[in-house]
Nanobody
Framework: QVQLLESGGGSVQAGGSLGLSCEIS???????MGWFRQAPGLEREGIAT???????SYTDSVQGRFAISKDNAKNILLLQMNSLKPEDSAIYYC??????????????????WGQGTQVTVSS
C-alpha cells in the first residue's frame, strides 16, 4: 500500500522559511513527484515537480523562493520554502505519479497523495 506522509508545516512570519518533508512508503519508484497547495476557497494549485532524473519545474509564484528535492536513499520528498509571503498560506500536499505516467508537469496525473500539512504565514 502506497502512503505519503507530510511533515514540517507550521506558522512563520512573512519573510521566514519552512521546510516540508514527505515520507513515501510502499512505492520506491515514481517518474514524477510534486508539491501542491490549497488555500481556503481556492482550487488546488500545483507548485513544484521533480522528475526521476532530478529535473525540476515551478509555478511562477514560487520560482526563486521554493526548492523541491528528493532524498532517494531515504525515499523522501522535500520542499524548502524561503521568503514566505502571507499568500503562501495553505495546506500543502505531496503527490507521486504512477509508474505508468509519461510526463512530469504540474498538470500530470498524480495517483498518490498525502494527507496535507498546514502552512500559515503571518504578515
Amino acid at each position: 500500500q502506497v502512503q505519503l506522509l507530510e511533515s514540517g508545516g507550521g506558522s512563520v512570519q512573512a519573510g521566514g522559511s519552512l521546510g516540508l518533508s514527505c515520507e513515501i512508503s510502499g512505492y520506491t519508484y515514481s517518474p514524477c513527484m510534486g508539491w501542491f497547495r490549497q488555500a481556503p476557497g481556492l482550487e488546488r494549485e500545483g507548485i513544484a515537480t521533480i522528475e526521476n532524473n532530478g529535473r525540476t519545474s515551478y509555478t511562477d509564484s514560487v520560482q526563486g523562493r521554493f526548492a523541491i528535492s528528493k532524498d532517494n536513499a531515504k525515499n523522501i520528498l522535500l520542499l524548502q520554502m524561503n521568503s514566505l509571503k502571507p499568500e503562501d498560506s495553505a495546506i500543502y500536499y505531496c503527490a507521486a505519479a504512477g509508474f505508468w505516467e509519461r510526463k512530469c508537469s504540474l498538470d500530470a496525473h498524480f495517483a498518490y497523495w498525502g494527507q496535507g500539512t498546514q502552512v500559515t504565514v503571518s504578515s
